[in-house]
């Protein structure tokens, strides 16, 4: 296979791999906080031993001790104005008031910001985790790299108590006040401590390259007074993120929705009554009077032979010619269209286009997707080789250049153009696979091998036809020549089956020796 075609695939697969896995590690979690918590409904126990101290409560309890202290106590101050004011410097009665004002501005604060929490995270309590995780192929847990996404996944269900059923994990919650040039803002903390024995931390942490990194350089490692070992999560909310919005909107997205490509391919007229038009044949041309009629259908059919069992399997395959498709005007406009709009939705949030794209596409994003060329990222990658460049960890779009005065395209038009490549070949999928019913033609998606003769066949049949080669080969790869990794949709026509022949010649054993 074409190096720079295996580093190609290698590079899209794993990010299909990643996408997956990811997406099946989150549902496992939050699974098992739903399970935790129904064994925990079920369980004779009235007490759950494992639940945190709530953030209400913790509040409550400072509050109520400041106002009650003895000697400085709002209590005690309030008191004081109130009867012995007389006998009170104007020093102290400045001080008392002052203390009062700023005790009851942030209880203020401090309840209003841990209302707003409340709100934020009622649909991911665990009595609502059943109908969460039905819904959950329309929410992405934002950030677009495993730390990020991993650090949001945990913030949420801390903050929404699901831990409080893990007997391996804590959660120290707090809050506290911070100076700003406009005063001083509410802040809620937590600390999300994972055993490291423990199995939470060895199903959902254990071996992550970030993990490793910080164990080697001794972070985020704390030891209680058994000398039990922790790994620590840390995070934090606070007013301003209030004031610019939802909370939830911190750690989690909504995604938005697909293209309707029934639709879309209807309008384009790519297909018609759900059947994909002969033009996109190989071959192909567009029907007089509209109508499909067999006599007028000049799409190529390629033979295709294999022998088991001394019998002749021969089918028929007629290749589809995506790189039409993929041109039809009125199909690209809605494509730019609904690009358009994803964009605009997103609004520089990496995160929806990541939740999107892993949600929608199944497929990551890579790393790097926001980054934006630098002098020394243009050096490294000019730098790596053809399949380096080719398997390059971030987005090659970045590195184009414009056709007018060569300049290097935007960072916006650089993603836009990756997720067009997603949307492209997603949209593919989707519309040129089918059920295969026995008896009937079904549209088969394949990767071409040269490792048989039957693979080489169509190899052949496809360059002696010049059929078109997919754009991202074509144009980012140069690849010029149909060969071994490159995708290609087929309709495969019902297969027939005759015997081998008892008498067999010289040309009739050849024909054996290729095809089983």
Known sequence: MNTLIQAHNDKMNRLVNVSSQRRANELDFFTECSIKYQKYLNAPLALNPHEGKKISDIIKEEFIEQAQNQEYGVIVRATRLATDIKNMSQEQIKEDKKFI??????????????????????????????????????????????ETKDRNM??????????????????????TFRKTNNGEIAVLTQRIKFRINGPTFRKYLHKKDYVVDHFLKAKNITYDENMVGYYTIYGEVDTTQVENGDLISLYLSEVPEAMDLAETFENGGIMRNAT?????????????????????????????????????????????????????????????????????????DISVLSGYSNKR??????????????????????????????????????????????????????????????ILDANLDIKLLQENIPGQPSFIKETLRDDSQQGRDLIDALNENEMPIPEIYADMLGITKWQAGLPVYLQKLPEETTDIPEERNEQINQFIEQYS
């Open 101 to 146: 004002d700023q005790f009851f501005g942030r209880l203020e604060k401090i309840q209003r910001l841990g209302g707003f929490l409340i709100v934020a995270v009622e649909n991911i309590t665990p009595n609502q985790l059943p109908l969460f995780i039905a819904n959950y192929n329309n929410l992405n847990i934002n950030g677009t790299n495993e």
């Open 154 to 175: 945990f913030m949420l269900a801390a903050w929404a108590n699901l831990f409080d059923y893990f007997e391996d994990v804590k959660v120290e919650k707090g809050y």
């Open 361 to 422: 596409l199944g497929i990551d994003l890579p790393l790097g997707m926001n980054e934006i060329v630098t002098p020394e990222l243009k050096t490294m990658y000019d730098m790596l080789s053809p399949e380096g460049k080719v398997g390059f960890v971030g987005n090659r779009y970045m590195f184009n250049t414009d056709g007018i005065n060569k300049s290097r395209i935007s960072l916006v038009d650089a993603q836009k153009a990756f997720i067009m490549e997603l």
């Open 276 to 348: 994909l038009q002969p033009q996109y044949f190989l071959g192909g041309k567009v029907m007089q009077g509209g109508e499909t009629d067999a006599q007028q259908d000049s799409s190529i059919q390629i033979p295709m032979y294999k022998v088991v069992e001394n019998k002749v399997k021969r089918f028929f395959v007629k290749p589809i010619n995506t790189v039409a498709i993929n041109k039809t005007p009125a199909y690209t406009a809605e494509v730019n269209a609904h690009i358009a709009g994803l964009f605009s939705i997103a609004s520089g």
